[in-house]
């Protein structure tokens, strides 16, 4: 087995969706789907951008499909050949996780059709095809190839007043409806053989026809290079992608898939983790971080990942706590600048998260529940639709799943932790931490006669169980963050930046009250004890998955909000209380950790890529790797085996799951190789699983890559 | 027009159930639904006894029927003669709201039935009946009749082990699953002319048959008579049946009458509203006040009536906060004696409050949403059914409707306000103030950086909107509460009953904290402003009734909870701010009341029969009677119009409507007249609509009855 790519062999048009996912090719400016050259919006092809989003009326704002440069269409004879129109006698698909590539080789009647597609990781703006096309008999053949505007979206369109332009390069530029943003996309074209080239402009596109007499038995080879540019890169999009071109076919295929495999080679060097013993699962961890390579901001300072990655407009391409509580664990401890970028784009959105507090009648930073570009928040009241009315649920993600705040406080301080490097707190993390407290402080209730102090009304990990009291993931995150902002005086002992800032933020009278609030907010735990997710968890029906299971009416019915068939039993969406121990595994005893475990495990329905990921890492914690071995396959496996829900109610929610794929990664690392790193110091506690026989990983530390060995007998570092 | 009586004439099925409503008669101790003699189980016959209770497994516990002793069918030449079987040739069917009296006349082609049926106002146990059958030709004739023990139920069973006897006098003896509480019902005939009788015990009760040769145009009288009596009234409730069938045998039926009649006349000298100018509304206020006294509870020292009187088990024949605001009003005014009886209720069922609140976690008294004897919760979690799924929805009302707790305080006040008697008081309702109180502070919240205290989380009277922030009714009626609370002491100047009290209720710290809390709690409202009726409501979706009610695609869909059409809307329930001003006149001027009422009026759906009554009476109070002209025939003619919802989703709740019986009176008298008595004086302030002359009625003032006589001109009394 080849661990290093995944080959599909044979059509089947059930999969076009989720193969769009699963062979998606990116470079964190852009993803474009793992579909075919041939193919258009109905297999949703599409080029998803990074951090541009429209607002099409009042439907969900999400981000922007950029017209789709990498489009071909073979005629011969006349006859279009295509797949899934035209039988195909053979066909493989396949994505190359170390350069970064997507292949496909398609065997029809008078001709194969052989590509191989990457987005640079060498040049962000820029895409690049080689189509190889070999004739079983001479005909006349034509290629129509060119730039598609008749694009994906699902709630479009977004982009208006298109302009064409048809020489030599071909250029469409157009500008997105709500902040008339322009995009821009170019496409060059290289053929190794004489052909006749005619171009024109459509409503759907600006195209070039190239025609030729093939020959039997021979070969032709056409490079096809797009260049996407929006007017958050430049002034003039237009121009550059026009000349970003130019250069591209000038500098052609193979040396700029060079450059593109160099740069994919040194990510993998600070990367890779080499697990012995299971091919599978080795190949399933290769897969997760070629995933999370492909979408991770290189080309920005401040810039987060949405929670389906650059594979579609899901979820409107909206940022969510997977970003700090997924991510920022594989890339601190691989590639701190890139983990400084996530947090950066916190910091930077702090505004939006100020102004979400304020319209909810609170102070300090609420961050949105789905942020999108400058913090605004994307998540709207409505997430679900009724599969039995059809009408819109309304669900209270945004305005109740408060633990946002603490979780972005939460990699904030991980980070100083972990480096010890304490310029993300002066760049705006101690702002943001500060915020984040006093958000909570003026979020807390206290009741009159007692000392008791609650977080009302609150939504946790587990989405099921909407508005909560007490929430214990949310009340420990809050309770956490509130302890930070305490600590934070000590981090300057020397300097007046802290001082400074609580003047700024006329933030005394706050600073004594959350002394005081620390201790009635904190969760107090008794050893040993089952911890109850929220008050009144442990009073719900206590009926098992499959009960609840059954009782649906429909497979895509929503579980959650006050109608679903989870809502008011113990089962539940995703880790919760079981989160809450991987994120703070100081507090609990491994006793604490086996029993909690063996309690909410079997009534954790794992219906979010988020939740296995807790679970293995908790089993791990307390010295039973096998129990997370299947969760470990599970999540590295997610987007290689199509799993994961593609529907919520009536809505789609398919892509990719960077969560996952971060989650695997934490599992093999943090979990199995017990890998803890405090302030640039690094140790291991190994707890393989039978299955493993060692791992091999490097980590980066104060700036210099160390490499881990860990084996059933011990670790060591190099 | 008879104002005094209420006549339907012919047959039709679909009227079945709403009939047994509208000609429904009572005492208080027991209901007869109007139903045919010869009719059982299918057509909803029902004897509904007051504060017997059962539950038959996890079914809902819901009040216990008896078992039928007036049941009556006769064949005719073995043919057997039922109105829905056999064609009627001519049917009138009459409640007589003077006498107290419920009649029949039913012509068959064999045969002409007439019956007249009263439950007795001056003997409590007994229920009585006439039947009179006159022949159209010679034939032989058989009257079944007996007791029928198998009853309709909506939860039931609820009588086991039964035993019959079978002499003169027919028994049927049972006992309740849940309390084991004895129930007896028994029977005596007594026929005007010689039959043969022949006697029977079968599994569905205890029967005789009467037959005789009818002659052609003869009439034949038989008068039956039944007993009931339970466990709660007597040790040996089947012998105490016995018995008084035997007497009332004796006595016959024309004294048992007159002895009837003569109590409900002494009813109506206490309480006729004489109403000149429109006979239809007289005929309707008159029917409201006839089955307001049918189910008065004027046999107990305290006991309370259900939301749906003596009609059936509909709403687990529970008590609701109508009893203190849509009831009381008028006994208070009328018959301060019952007034006494349903808050001495509410006294006896502290207990019941205390623990409900600890089981919240709560101190004070949390008055059940549902209450049945002894203060129990019958409020389940789980109120609706979901039309298009079928299952169970999980509702609020038990949780989160805390209004009750003020409104019982509310009315203990305004007893001692209105009569200026401290008996009530001294009984035990300065207790349950104090615990009222009590409970409001503890359900109290206070945010640590603001002075804001809210009431979070509760279900104001419009209950489309549940799970809403600081009410204003609620928040109102506990600031009401608190501030009744604080007054108490003034009220016991000179004994040492208060300091009494506070030192058993250890009360001395939390009279200190209510002084703190009220005026934080006390919503502060500005003059002409629209006042919202919980945070943020102001920003759900404007938008008409209608446009929400096209948005049903189910008529019998619940509107609210998280999925109903009603519940993200502006458009409620029922009257809420405007019930607030309704219940608190003098803290509103004419002008904000008008701006107001204008606003919510046409946003509320008046799902609720306690609805009307609040906007009539509120337009009265700022100078539009005529405005409030159609809320007060709609809500005087509720019960004889059949109308009032038969479904809230999947689930029956029809049945008779106290509390807009209650609100006719309350809009024509405190309303329209203007009434209001200060501590034993009388005022008036006439705001008599165009369609009403004059209305003249009797109010009791410390032990006397005055009548009032109100015109265009102005008012008297004597």
């Given amino acids: 087995m080849d661990i290093w790519s ?90 190359h996780f170390r350069r970064g590539t997507h292949s496909r080789d398609t065997l029809f009647a008078p001709v194969r059709i052989r590509s191989e597609r990457f987005v640079s990781m060498a040049e962000k703006h820029l895409l ?47 500008r997105t409806g709500e902040l008339n943003i322009p995009v821009a996309a170019a496409q060059s074209v290289k053929a190794g053989f ?65 450059a593109h495999r160099a740069a994919w080679e040194e990510l993998w060097q600070n990367s890779a983790v080499e697990l012995q013993g299971c091919d599978e699962a080795a190949r399933a961890l290769n897969a ?91 998540c709207t009241d409505y997430n679900v639709v009724d599969v039995f009315t059809h009408r819109p649920v309304r669900t209270y993600f945004r305005d109740k799943q408060i633990h946002i705040s603490g979780d972005i406080a939460y990699a904030l301080w991980r980070y100083y932790e972990i480096t010890g490097d304490l310029s993300l707190m002066r760049e705006g993390g101690a702002e943001v931490i500060l915020q984040c407290a006093r958000f909570y402080l003026s979020r807390a209730h206290s009741r009159l006669d007692t000392d008791k102090v609650e977080l009302l009304d609150v939504i946790g990990p587990d989405e099921y169980h909407e508005r909560v009291g007490n929430n214990v993931f949310t009340n420990q995150m809050a309770a956490h963050c509130i302890a930070c902002s305490l600590e934070l005086p000590e981090l300057f002992p020397d300097s007046s930046f802290f001082d400074d800032l609580i003047k700024k933020l006329d933030y005394e009278d706050d600073f004594n009250l959350l002394k005081k609030l620390l201790p009635l907010l904190r969760p107090a735990f008794e050893e040993g004890e089952i911890i109850e997710q929220f008050d009144g968890y442990l009073e719900l029906e206590d009926c098992d998955l499959e009960t609840v299971r059954g009782r649906l009416l429909d497979e895509r019915e929503y579980w959650g909000t006050n109608h679903g068939v989870a809502a008011h039993t113990r089962i539940i969406k995703q880790a919760d209380v079981i989160a809450m121990m991987a994120l703070f595994p100081s507090q609990f005893s491994d006793k604490t950790v086996e029993r909690n475990w063996r309690f909410y495990e079997p009534r954790t329905e794992h219906g979010s890529s988020l939740s296995s990921c807790m679970y293995a890492l908790t089993a791990c914690r307390f010295g039973q790797p096998d129990l997370a071995w299947e969760h470990f396959i599970k999540t590295a496996s997610i987007d290689l085996e199509g799993g994961g ?29 017990g890998l803890s790193v405090l302030n640039g110091e690094l140790t291991a506690n190994p707890r393989l699983p039978s299955q493993i026989k060692s791992l091999r990983f490097p980590v980066t530390l104060r700036g210099k890559r160390v490499c881990v060995t860990v084996t059933h007998d011990g670790w060591t570092v190099e």
């Fill in 6 to 95: 995944y080959t599909q062999s044979g059509y089947r048009e059930e999969d076009t969706v989720t193969n769009g996912n699963r062979f998606l090719v990116g470079n964190g400016y852009m993803g474009y789907r793992g579909t075919m050259d041939e193919w258009g919006k109905s297999e949703f092809a599409a080029v998803n951008l990074a951090g541009v989003y429209d607002q099409n009326g009042d439907k969900w704002r999400e981000p922007v499909n950029a017209p789709n440069g990498l489009f071909a269409v073979l005629s011969v004879n006349g006859e279009t050949v295509a797949l899934g129109k035209t039988t195909a006698q053979k066909h493989t698909q396949t994505v």
């Fill in 128 to 174: 690049c095809s080689r189509l190889t096309l070999t004739f079983s008999e001479d005909c006349q053949a034509e290629l129509l190839t060119g730039i598609v505007t008749d694009i994906w979206d699902i709630n479009g369109p977004h982009l208006f007043n298109y302009t064409y332009q048809a020489d030599s390069i071909l250029l469409a530029e157009a």
């Fill in 645 to 673: 829900k593609n529907w919520a109610g009536e809505i789609y929610i398919g892509g990719t799951h960077p969560a996952a794929n971060g989650g695997a990664w934490i599992i093999a690392v943090l979990g199995f190789a």
């Fill in 194 to 258: 004489d052909c006749a080239e005619k171009r024109e402009s459509t409503e759907t596109g600006v195209y070039r026809r190239l025609s030729f007499n093939a020959e039997a038995g021979k070969s032709y080879v056409i490079d096809i290079f797009s260049a996407v540019f929006t007017g958050l890169d430049d002034k003039e999009p237009g121009k550059q992608a026009y000349s970003l071109c130019q250069k591209a076919a000038e500098s052609g295929f193979e040396s700029l898939l060079s």
């Fill in 288 to 378: 997760s971080l070629y995933h999370l390579h492909s979408i991770a901001p290189r080309h920005a300072s401040a810039l987060s990942i949405p929670a389906r990655g650059l594979s579609g407009q899901t979820y409107k391409g909206a940022v969510f706590w997977d970003s700090e509580i997924f991510l920022f664990p594989v890339f601190v401890h691989t590639e701190p600048e890139l983990a400084k970028t996530l947090l950066r784009y916190r910091i930077e959105t702090l505004p939006g998260a100020l102004k979400k507090a304020a319209e909810y009648g609170y102070r300090g930073a609420f961050y949105p529940w789905e942020s999108q570009e400058g913090g605004a928040e994307g």
